[in-house]
Nanobody, 124 residues
Framework: QVQLVESGGGLVQTGGSLRVSCAVS????????MGWFRQAPGKEREFVAS???????EYADSVKGRFTISGDNVKNRVDLQMSSLKIEDTAVYYC??????????????????WGQGTQVTVSS
């Protein structure tokens, strides 16, 4: 069993930067593929980024070049650094853990564990 707790959300202006973090407890995050998803009001939850236990990363086209996912083995934490933020990045951001080790799945059904989410709001 693993527990995931997100933090770092907030309000930021268009073009700004923000980092959201996912504290992992129960097992080292590197034993999973860790992912970030987001859900805007009225929309389905969508894939943002993932990092496998071997450090392979995957990004949604909408965030490539702007977002960076990384893991900290000492703190057992996974971060999502977001820059050049746009209005359309506004959503609740969720951290998730997949048992499909070695892959970087992009669909919610491949992730077994989820955090409670953190709100990111980008204003003009």
């Amino acid at each position: 069993q693993v527990q995931l707790v997100e933090s770092g959300g907030g309000l930021v202006q268009t073009g700004g930067s923000l980092r959201v973090s996912c504290a992992v407890s129960g097992r080292p995050f590197s034993t999973y593929t860790m992912g970030w998803f987001r859900q805007a009001p009225g929309k389905e939850r969508e894939f943002v980024a993932s990092i496998s236990g071997m450090g392979i990363t995957e990004y949604a086209d909408s965030v490539k070049g702007r977002f960076t996912i990384s893991g900290d083995n000492v703190k057992n934490r996974v971060d999502l650094q977001m820059s050049s933020l746009k209005i359309e990045d506004t959503a609740v951001y969720y951290c998730a853990a997949s048992v499909y080790y070695g892959t970087t799945p992009v669909t919610t059904d491949k992730y077994r564990y989820w955090g409670q989410g953190t709100q990111v709001t980008v204003s003009s």
